[in-house]
């Protein structure tokens, strides 16, 4: 059968109202820990349990090149009598939290897409996190948004924008679809761990949606082929979050380390970013792209040096601001969203012809990457 010609035609980025800064978990985070440390000194002291180590904003920015996040909700994330987000409950009638995120998004890459509601036939919310099991968060987005067809959830941590973009892809190009909306509502502030001086910084909250189709239908000024897809996954518990609704019946108590969000960040680096730049290096000989020839790399935003080591290992060189863009210093690590937001903001400035490569990775391992060669207006 005939393979459709597939396109992404637009893109939409939604920000939460709210900014934390780096100084203001620090001061937030240290006077937790100090508090912590005098509460249990008696402990501390017979070598029952550790004291709490003090950060600094340098720190954060030197180890993570994250200046600042966005947050869903501000309220409880500095209090340190509670060091976590308070969400209000909504009744099972109301737009859910996360479905209102991704809503938002969802209405922005329609309008840059130029496309209606009523054209999409398929939903995927992809993301790091689900705020329940079901109904899916995707139908509550489907049903919000008056879209006829399917919807779905998919977790793949921190690829699963990438690993949704192929099933997109592959949804339009066998023609089952005619145009699918993949959106990332990241809410991921709830499994940060505040107390934790190592990762209590990297997460921020963010949405954003990305519309698939066909090229015969794409009336986007702004448009992108995509030539190829891969995605590849390699177990791994270096990067691990245990809570889930076994919890429950397990007695285990939701508010130990183990059940946020939390990894071996050395190991991850040692490991991911060859795997990372071996999977790009791959998937581009397949296409018989050389490296050189990519004009951008929207990459995960997790890490700065993470970033800075994967594109120099593929170009033997420091790639620039302008080949290999930076959103991690205004966004944090928000998940599968990051490539997703490097590419809405950095993607109006490409000539035809431009090729470019969306890629993410993380836990699993997972790996996923999108090539993809901006078209004519």
Known sequence: M????????????????????????????????????ADNESEILSGEKVAKPFS????????????????????GILDITRMRPKLSVRKDE?????????????????VEANKEAAEIDMVIVACAYTQRSYPAIAIEV??????????????VACSAA????????????SGSCRSVLVINPELTSPQVNYTDRDSHFIFGDVATAVVVESSDSCKSSHSYNILGTKCVTSYSNNIRSNFGYTSRVTDENPYEADKLFHQNGRKVF???????????????????????????????QANINMNLLISK????????????????????????????????????????????????????????SIVIQKRDA
């Open 56 to 75: 600094s904003a340098e720190f954060i920015a030197k180890a993570s090149g994250i200046k600042s996040r966005y947050a869903y909700v501000k309220e």
């Open 162 to 173: 990438t690993f949704a973009l192929q099933r997109a892809y592959d949804a339009v190009a």
């Open 94 to 110: 109301e737009l859910s939290h996360q479905a209102e995120m991704a809503v938002n998004a969802a209405k922005k890459a329609l």
């Open 313 to 368: 290992k593929l170009l033997g060189r420091d790639a620039t601001l302008d080949e290999a863009p930076i959103v991690l210093d205004r966004f944090a690590n928000t998940a599968s969203a990051g490539s997703i937001i490097a590419f809405s903001e950095h993607h109006k400035d490409l000539e035809a012809g431009d090729l470019g490569v969306i890629c993410s990775f993380g836990a699993g391992y997972s790996i996923g």
């Open 270 to 300: 040692k490991e991911v970013c060859p795997m990372a730049a071996d999977h790009i290096a791959t998937h581009l000989s397949t296409l018989g792209i050389q490296v050189n020839q990519l004009r951008r790399w929207w990459l995960h």
């Open 2 to 37: 005939h393979k459709k010609s597939v396109v992404i035609s637009g893109v939409g980025l939604w920000t939460p109202p709210y900014v934390v800064s780096n100084e203001e978990l620090v001061d937030s985070y240290n006077a937790w820990a100090k508090q912590y440390n």
């Open 142 to 155: 489907q049903s919000e948004l008056q879209i006829q067809g399917q919807a779905f959830d998919m977790l």
